[in-house]
């Protein structure tokens, strides 16, 4: 069975500082998905980035950056220079292929993320 | 690109009636669409995974003749909790993929908050 794991429940920092969010995956199929999506307060999920399995080079998209490890099934996530408007939870997703073709999201349970002024 | 829209946002209801909610894709056919429920502090748990034209199918303890999911067109799928009850209180989000052949993005709608009184 496919699990996500983010063991960091809350992260509280001081705007400005730089904050790596963890996720830890456990998969048996050798093709998969790892995606991040951003929660914030309103509630709706905000997708980040999506990374296949083949594919470990490292992204960097403005202030976030991705640190995809095989090694260590480890796809971690990193805001650099924090601003409040990051404060939310944030979700690692990893993909399943389920019958006929389709996919479904096994989430982890989200870290959230509190910068403060 | 890639815009779900939700409704209603929230909505109040009296203990044994029914609440409908639609999620429509708006600017993308969406092959499949998945159902969500996210109680407080917790992380997304997939309901449901319906495919255009065709019955959904339920994740395990998911009761099908309770949470009626219909998805008529490639842009709108709806949910339809039947006879709610308190417990049935929480938030529900939809979320729409492109592609039922690949492995694609879901792409999340900004959730209803329902309660039930």
């Known amino acids: 069975a496919q699990k996500v794991t983010q063991a960091q429940t809350e992260i509280s920092v001081v705007e400005k500082e730089d904050v790596t969010l963890d996720c830890v995956y456990e998969t048996r199929d050798t093709t998969y998905y790892l995606f991040w999506?951003?929660?914030?307060?309103?509630?709706?999920?905000?997708?980040?980035?999506?990374?296949?399995?083949?594919?470990?080079?490292?992204?960097?998209?403005?202030?976030?950056?991705?640190?995809?490890?095989?090694?260590?099934?480890?796809?971690?996530?990193?805001?650099t220079a924090s601003q409040v408007v990051d404060s939310a939870v944030y979700f690692c997703a990893l993909s399943e292929v389920a019958g006929a073709g389709s996919y479904q999201l096994t989430f982890g349970k989200g870290t959230k993320l509190s910068v403060i002024p | 690109g890639a815009v779900v829209s939700q409704h209603p946002s929230r909505v109040i209801c009296k203990s044994g009636t029914s609440v409908k909610i639609e999620c429509?894709?708006?600017?993308?056919?969406?092959?499949t669409m998945f159902w969500y429920r996210q109680f407080p502090k917790q992380s997304l748990m997939l309901m449901a995974t319906s495919n255009e034209g065709s019955k959904a199918t339920y994740e395990q303890g998911v009761e099908k003749d309770k949470f009626l999911i219909n998805h008529a067109s490639l842009t709108l799928s709806t949910l339809t909790v039947t006879s709610a009850h308190p417990e049935d209180s929480s938030f529900y989000i939809c979320s729409a993929a492109a592609s039922g052949g690949a492995v694609d993005t879901q792409y999340f709608g900004p959730g209803t908050r329902l309660t039930v009184l």
């Open chain 1, 37 to 79: 999506y951003k929660q914030p307060p309103s509630g709706e999920l905000v997708f980040l980035i999506r990374r296949n399995s083949f594919d470990e080079q490292n992204e960097i998209s403005g202030r976030y950056s991705w640190n995809f490890q095989k090694s260590t099934s480890s796809f971690n996530f990193t805001i």
């Open chain 2, 24 to 31: 429509r894709s708006l600017d993308f056919q969406a092959t």
